[in-house]
């Protein structure tokens, strides 16, 4: 898998959640790489400005949208600016999520139930609401929304964040059935073993090392926003690299 930047995004307007580390920054970095103008949202502002000067001192440009996505009145914000601005919206890279906790399903904190499921679940849906018609302003708008393996089976203590995925995976793919007859895609995309914050917080004994880069899993999105892409409500997991 080659690294070099093709121009494969040329002039495409992305938004990216969750950009400031892990997929989201990789992401950012790569996109942009290739052309893209990219909007880049996390809470964290300092963390956005590293990755707005990486990608500014290699030549691409960047748009920083610190915020919480659970201050849900800013997403439509976000999306009228988008609008004003750019007049579209080619694609969309729902990165951002929480873990929640690891234990009981019965001994979870209500609070961190609902803050879980507000950033996994409703959070999204307030970004298809919202970008919907930004994305059928584009001649192909395309939406990626990051998922997992733990929303399809049952693990003990994975509770809070395995009904969230459940809930996404369902969510987006009754979005990519209304969408069927439209310029618009919706798929999920499962990055699998990748080297993450969270992925550290729910395996706190694995070699991190051991696991492939964020940068290696950004690399295989590029191909899926792609107007020549028409895969629509698929479930899409990450290849591994070679051993």
């Known amino acids: 898998m080659s690294d070099a930047p093709t121009g494969k995004l040329q002039d495409r307007i992305a938004v990216i959640t969750g950009a400031s580390r892990g997929i989201g920054a990789a992401t950012a970095k790569l996109f942009a790489a290739e ?5 880049l949202v996390a809470r964290t502002q300092g963390g956005l400005e590293e990755i707005d000067d990486e990608i500014r001192g290699a030549g ?23 609008y004003e601005r750019f007049g579209k919206l080619d694609i969309l890279i729902a990165n951002a999520g929480l873990l929640g ?28 609401r919202s970008f ?8 192909a708008g395309r ?33 990519a059935e209304e969408i069927k007859q439209t ?16 992925r550290a917080e729910a395996y706190p004994g694995e070699d991190p090392e051991t696991v492939k880069s964020p ?14 892409c028409k895969l629509n409500g698929e479930f899409i997991t990450a290849e591994e690299p070679p051993e």
Request: no cysteine; glycine share 6%; aromatic share 8%.
């Open 35 to 39: 052309g893209a103008h990219v909007i």
């Open 132 to 139: 919907d018609p930004l994305l059928r302003l584009s001649d």
């Open 101 to 128: 906790t690891m234990g009981p399903i019965n001994h979870i904190d209500p609070k961190v139930w609902e803050q879980t499921l507000a950033v996994n679940v409703t959070a999204n849906w307030r970004l298809i």
């Open 143 to 175: 939406a990626i929304f990051m998922t997992s393996y733990a929303g399809q089976v049952h693990r003990a203590f994975w509770g809070i964040y395995a009904t969230s995925k459940a809930a996404l995976d369902m969510m987006v793919g009754t979005y």
């Open 183 to 198: 310029n618009v895609t919706a798929n999920l995309f499962n990055p699998g073993k990748t080297r993450t914050s969270m």
């Open 60 to 82: 691409g440009t960047a748009t920083l949208v610190p915020m919480d996505l659970t201050d849900y009145d800013k997403i439509d914000q976000m999306g009228a600016t988008i």
């Open 215 to 228: 940068e290696f899993t950004a690399q295989q999105l590029v191909d899926l926003v792609l107007p020549s």
